[in-house]
C-alpha cells in the first residue's frame, strides 16, 4: 500500500496515522507529486488532518522529547525521495516503546542506538546528511552589500535548511537587516533587526550591489588567491573542505560582476 499527500507535514503525520493504524506490511507513503512514479500497486491519498497529526505529534513527544521531534521535523525537510518511508518506519520503532513514566526517561537515544536495525540506519543518516549540511552553511554562507542598505546572500543548498540557520544569523549580525534566498527552492528568508520570517515567493528578488560590494570583493578574491601557497596547493584537499557545490555564491572563487 502506498499512502499519498500533499506534501505538507499536516499531511504526511496523517498519513502515518492512517498508516500505522492499517498496519500493511511494505508501506510507503510518498508525496501525491511522486504519483508518476507508482506503478500496479495499491494507493490511497490522504487529506491533511491537523487532529491526525497532532496525535502523532504528541505519541512522538511523549516518547522521545522535543529531540526526538525536531529530528522527525528535520529528516522530513530533506531532499531524499524516500525521506516520507524511512520517517515512518522510524515512527513504527518509536510508537512500540512504551511512554514513559516521567520526563527524564524520554530518551530520543534510545531509538538512534540500535544501530544493529536497517530503520534506524537509514533515518540517522538522513539526519546526519542534514544536520551537517545546516552546520556547512553556517559557514560558507557569503552576504553582499546592497543598495536598499539590507545585507543578501543567495544560497542553493541540497536540503530545506533555511529555517535552522536564520536564527544564526540574526544573532551573529544583531539589528542589521538581512536576506537569504534560497535559489533551489524560492524561500526567502528575511530579518529586519529585530524578528525574522521566511516564506516562498514566485521570482528571484531583485537586488541591487553597491559599489563598495563589487570593489571589496575585488580585494576579497585577491587576497584569497595571494595567501595561497603555490607548493602546497591541493585541488583534492580544498574540494574536500570546501566541496565545489558551495562555490557558485561563494565571491572568493567567483566574483558576482563575473557571473554578469
Known amino acids: 500500500m502506498i499512502f499519498l499527500y500533499d506534501n505538507s507535514i499536516e499531511g504526511f503525520l496523517a498519513c502515518v496515522f492512517e498508516a500505522y493504524k492499517r498496519n500493511g506490511p511494505d508501506t510507503r507513503i510518498m508525496p501525491s507529486a511522486q504519483l508518476g512514479q507508482i506503478g500496479f500497486e495499491e494507493s490511497v491519498f490522504v487529506r491533511a488532518d491537523g487532529e491526525k ?19 522527525v521535523l528535520r529528516v522530513f525537510r530533506t531532499a531524499a525521495e524516500n525521506k516520507d518511508t524511512v520517517i515512518y518506519n522510524y515512527l513504527r520503532l518509536v510508537f512500540e516503546m512504551p511512554e514513559p513514566r516521567t520526563a527524564s526517561t524520554m ?12 530503520h534506524v540506519i537509514a533515518f540517522a543518516g538522513l539526519l ?4 551537517f549540511e545546516t552546520h556547512r552553511f553556517l559557514g560558507f554562507t557569503r552576504f553582499r552589500e546592497t543598495a536598499s542598505g539590507a545585507l543578501y546572500a543567495p544560497i542553493a543548498p541540497d536540503h530545506d535548511i533555511l529555517d535552522y540557520i536564520m536564527p544564526h544569523f540574526a544573532d551573529r549580525l544583531i539589528g542589521a537587516p538581512f536576506g537569504i534566498f534560497d535559489t533551489n527552492r524560492h ?4 530579518y529586519d533587526g529585530k524578528t525574522y520570517r521566511t516564506g516562498y515567493i514566485e521570482a528571484s528578488p531583485e537586488i541591487e550591489l553597491t559599489q563598495n560590494e563589487l570593489a571589496f570583493q575585488t580585494i576579497w578574491k585577491r587576497y584569497y588567491d595571494d595567501i595561497a601557497i603555490e607548493e602546497r596547493k591541493s585541488e583534492r584537499r580544498r574540494r574536500g573542505f570546501m566541496p565545489v557545490r558551495y562555490w557558485k555564491y561563494m565571491p572568493e572563487i567567483t566574483n558576482d560582476w563575473e557571473r554578469t
Request: proline share 3%; charged share 30%; aromatic share 8%.
Open 187 to 190: 524561500l526567502l528568508g528575511l
Open 53 to 71: 497529526a497532532e496525535r502523532v505529534m504528541r505519541g512522538v513527544l511523549k516518547r522521545t522529547g522535543s529531540e526526538g521531534w525536531d529530528g
Open 128 to 131: 546526519g546528511k542534514f544536520n
Open 107 to 118: 530518551r530520543h537515544g534510545r531509538i538512534l542506538s540500535r544501530f544493529n536495525d536497517p
